[in-house]
């Protein structure tokens, strides 16, 4: 049997099992965004990794090395936020082809701090290797919270409203721009890509939604909201309703999908790299979020004031 016949998934779930021999402090491990380990009775551990591949995940190309660096530490700092989680260390391997040079390394660097410094996460160390042809980016990252505040995978309810915190396809809008080259309209084209090459973080929006104590479920949107929430309604044993009226589209996707002859809400479906948090909200809490919301500071939840969209569990 090849792997290409079960897929990522199938792959995670056939070694699944056979990965959790030692139970002490665990207290999640595959499955979810982060694996979860006790720090002592009311703290929690998170843990997440992530690899980008060279002519699999990035065109070196086609992205700056500044970007490329930000994106790296981006993709981890958002499975961090899907948990409700505080970012804390992180930790860079990287196997380097002989055509790179120093001042490519140095941009690389400078786009994963200006990620970091925001959240004041450390780059303690990891691993420096050769590589006979392309970049390969490994980053492992730390983070803490309270166990009674995580937001997992495999607690949505029936009944929950589904909410989303940004627009959907405009990252896979951008991987189209970048590919094909299109010829679109210079401020909408900038746009698409910056949302491919520089995804926005949520961390702040991830800590207040784990804090609201309104909402059962989280995950990140990186592979798509047709594939992320399916991880949701498996791990929770419930299905969902999308509303397509209900899903977030930019005027920006609007405009591209009219100039390549496509439906928008094709794109919103199967695009991924979009990084923003779909989560599920307790019916009955419903009220108190969006007036928590109200209540916040602009800074923090601003986004999820303009761009809140439901639909529903079952």
Known sequence: MNLKEIGEFGLIRRIKPLCFIRKENII???????????????????????????????????ISPFELGYKTMAVNLSDISAMGGKPSDAFLSIAIPDNITVEYIDEL???????????????????????????????????????????????????DK????????????????????????????????????????????????????????????SDGISSDLAHICEESSCGALIYEKSLPVSDNLKKFAEIEKKNPIDIVLSGGEDYKLLFT??????????????????????????????????
């Open 162 to 221: 589904i909410y989303i915190n940004g627009y959907l396809g405009d990252s896979s809008a951008g991987l189209d721009i970048i590919l094909k080259n299109i010829n679109i309209d210079k401020e909408i084209k900038n746009y698409l890509i910056k949302c491919h090459n520089m995804p926005d973080i949520y961390i702040d929006e991830g800590i207040f939604l784990s804090e609201t104590g309104a909402v059962n479920s989280c995950i990140d949107l």
């Open 28 to 62: 999640k491990g595959i499955g979810d965004d982060c694996a979860v380990y006790e720090i002592d009775r009311k703290r929690a551990a998170l843990f997440t990794t992530d690899m980008l591949v060279e002519n699999i995940h990035f065109l070196r190309n086609k």
């Open 109 to 159: 660097y400078r786009g994963m701090i200006f990620a970091c410094k925001k959240y004041n996460v450390n780059i303690l160390g990891g691993d420096t290797t050769g590589s006979k042809k392309d970049l390969v980016l490994n980053i492992a990252l730390t983070g803490e919270i309270q166990k009674n505040k995580i937001l997992y995978r495999h607690n949505a309810k029936i009944g």
């Open 281 to 314: 909200v307790k019916k009955i809490a419903q009220k108190i979020l969006r007036k928590n919301i109200l209540k916040s500071l602009k800074k923090t939840c601003s986004v999820l004031v303009k761009s809140l969209r439901g639909m529903t569990l079952f």
